[in-house]
C-alpha cells in the first residue's frame, strides 16, 4: 500500500462513507414519513391508510443494502481525485434509482396491505438530496486537508518549457489543489538539465518507465507540445500500463473528444486521457435503469433456472456451482464475474497449454469441443444459461445486459491501443458480436463490432440486440 492510500485511510476509514449513506438513507425514510403521513403535502391520508414508521424500516433496510451494492460497483467509495461532483451526483441517482425500482417490484409482489409509494418517491428524493450534500462537504473537508499537505497526489511533470513550468508552480502555490510536484522529465538540448529549487530534475523522456518504477508516482502530467503526437501517445500508453493517472496539457484542442476529460487546474487546461466513454449521463442512468428493471421482473424465471442448474451440478459430482474469475470492466477496471461452473475443477490450469496447442488467438480463446467442459457444462454452454449468473454482476453495476463481453486481464495485455477502446463501456452479457456469430467472430472483428455499439449506442440498439439474441440462444448459433 502506497503511503498516499495509508494517508487516505488515516483521513477518511472505508467504512465512513458507506456507513454514512444508511445512516442518510434511514434518515430519508423517516423524513420521507413525515412529509407522507404527518405533514401530507400533496395527498391527504384517510385513517384506514395510516401505518406506522415500523411498517416501512424492513424497506429502509432493503434500500440501504442496494444501495451499498450498487455503490461499491460502481466505485463510489473508491478514492478518485480526479472525479468531480457531477459523477457523484450520477452515481448516487443511478444507486436511488435502482433501489427504488426493486422496492416498486417487491411492493407489487407482496401486496401489502398499507403502502404509499408516494413516501418511497419522497425517500429516495431525500436520499439524492442528502448523499449529494455529504459529497459536497467531503469535498471541502478534503480541500481544507490537502492545502494542508494531506492526501496529496505525487506528480511527474514531463516538459518543463513555459508551459511545464507553469503547471510547476501552480503546483507550488496552490497546496489545495493536492498536487506535489515530485520531479519532472525534459529533454534538453544544451544538456545542463538541472533542479528546479526542490523540483528534482529525474532525466529526459525517455526514461519515463524507469521513472514509474523507481519513484512513488501517483500523477503524470504531459506539458509537452502537440507537434510531438506520437510521443504523447507513448507515454500515455506507459502510464496506462503502469497504473498511474495521466493528463495532457494542450496547446492544440486536437484530440478525440470522446477519449479525453476536461479538467481546470487553477485557470491551466487539462485533458484527461482516460478514454471515457461517448455516453452521457443522462443516457446512462436510463440504461442502467432499464437493466435493472428487466432484471427485476424476469426474476422469477431465472431464480427457478438457477435452482435447476444448480442441482443437476450438484447431481453430477464434487465441485463448485458457480465460477468466478477476474475479468476487466468499464475503463479497465477489474471486477469478479460470476457463471455457473461448466468444466472441471483445474480447467483453469489447463487453459494455457491448450491455448498453445491448439494455436489459438491468445487474445480471445475460443476451444472447439474443449476437453474440460463436463456433461452438464456442454449442455448450459450451448445454451448459454451458464452465464446466467452474470444477472448478479448486471444488478452490482459491473455488466450491463447489452455490451462488449469482458476480457481476461492477460488478454487485455496483448490488446493494441485500439483495441483498447472497446473497454470504455461496462461489459454486457450480450452485444453485437454474439448476434453476429459469437464465437466463430474473429478478434479483430469482435473489437470492430465493439466500437461500433459503442460509437452508435442508442435503447432502440439495445432493444434489438436483446431481440436478436432470443434466436441465437435458442438456435445455438456459434456457441461451444
Known sequence: MTPQKRAHKLIEPTWLMPALDIVLAFLAFILAYIVRYQLQLLRPVYEFNSAPLDAYLPYAVIFSVLLWFVYRGAGLYKAARSRSWSEDLYTILNGVANATVVLMAISFVFQPLVFSRLLLIYAAAFTVILLALARIIRRTVYARLRARGIGVMRALVIGVDDTGRAVLRTMIAR?????????????????????????????????????LREQPVDAVVITLPWSQHDTIMAMTEICQKAGVEVSVVPDLFQLNLRQVQFENMDGIPLLRVNNAAPFRAGNRLVKRVVDVALVVLAAPVWLLIFGLVALAIRLEGPGSIFYSATRVGENGRPFKMIKFRSMIENADAMRSKLVETLELDPRHPKIKDDPRITRVGRFIRRTSIDELPNLINVLTGQMSLVGPRPPTPDEVEL??????????????????????????????????????????????????????????????????
Open 415 to 480: 490488446y493494441a491501443p485500439w483495441h483498447r477502446q472497446r473497454l470504455q463501456v461496462k461489459p454486457g452479457m450480450t452485444g453485437l458480436w454474439q448476434v453476429n456469430g459469437r464465437s466463430e467472430v474473429p478478434f479483430d472483428e469482435m473489437c470492430l463490432l465493439d466500437i461500433y455499439y459503442i460509437e452508435n449506442w442508442s435503447m432502440g440498439l439495445d432493444a434489438q440486440i436483446l431481440m436478436m439474441t432470443i434466436p441465437r440462444v435458442i438456435l445455438r448459433s456459434g456457441a461451444y
Open 175 to 211: 497546496k489545495e489543489l493536492g498536487y506535489v510536484p515530485l520531479g519532472f522529465l525534459d529533454d534538453n538540448s544544451h544538456g545542463d538539465l538541472s533542479d528546479l529549487g526542490r523540483v528534482k530534475a529525474l532525466g529526459d523522456t525517455g526514461s519515463l518507465a524507469d521513472v
